[in-house]
């Protein structure tokens, strides 16, 4: 994002608060619900300090985004290092551990800025880049499972990768919006074993 990077200690501290403020507000609140003065509330910060990181709420948006990516990925590092169908197993393990918690099943960060603004030009595309960095990580992984002879020749991982994150983000859906994990557990598995039925065959 084209952002002002802070430069001291004290800089990186207001920075990071603004955007901790930020994403907490556009979490319940949504982007449209989330004022700037509502961010500097929450924050401490002042108007200057704000616009010297961020030239408008756009650019907030993307760090937002950013933060929101951050920390999805932050629970499920398994996908960071996948390299066997074991591997893949842990994965959704991990991704099931965040909605066993109390309170959960939780929306997906991303799932409800898409849904906001999935139709806003400028704001689209940095969700979907944030949704493509995901991908990218299973999608590496399979490839690994691929090059280790575990994964079809013919198979295409990006390919993959983006039906699992389909089956993913509706099961996400569905689980928070019925309280139900098992809308979960079941997309998860019917990623797990679609994937699965592309191995190799010996």
């Known amino acids: ?21 930020a994403a907490t507000l556009m979490y319940v609140d949504g982007v449209a619900g989330t004022s700037v003065d509502k961010v500097l509330a929450a924050s401490g910060a002042g108007k200057s300090q704000m616009y010297h990181y961020f030239k408008n709420k756009e650019q907030l948006v993307g760090a937002v985004i950013d933060r929101y990516l951050e920390q999805v990925l932050g629970n499920q590092p398994a996908i960071f290092t996948l390299a066997s169908w074991a591997d893949l197993e ?21 799932g409800n800025l898409a849904g906001e603004v999935g139709d806003n030009p400028k704001l689209a595309p940095l969700v979907d880049q944030a949704y493509r960095t995901w991908e990218s ?17 013919d198979a295409d991982p990006a390919r993959l990768a ?16 019925r309280h139900d994990l098992t809308a979960l557990e079941d997309a998860l598995a019917i990623a797990l074993a679609y994937l699965r039925s592309h191995a190799r065959e010996w």
């Not at 842990?90 to 991303?110: K, S, Y």
């Not at 490839?143 to 002879?149: C, F, I």
């Not at 983006?162 to 919006?177: D, F, K, P, R, Y």
Request: charged share 20%; aromatic share 2%; proline share 4%.
């Open 1 to 21: 994002m084209d952002t002002q990077a802070a430069s001291t200690p004290r800089g990186r501290r207001t920075r990071e608060a603004i955007v901790d403020a």
């Open 162 to 177: 983006q039906a699992a994150m389909t089956s993913v983000q509706g099961g996400l859906l569905l689980a928070h919006i």
């Open 137 to 153: 990580h299973l999608a590496r992984g399979l490839k690994t499972l691929q090059d280790n002879g575990e994964l079809a020749a």
């Open 90 to 110: 842990t994965w959704t393990e991990q991704l099931l551990d965040v909605h066993r918690r109390a309170g959960a099943p939780i929306a997906c960060p991303l």
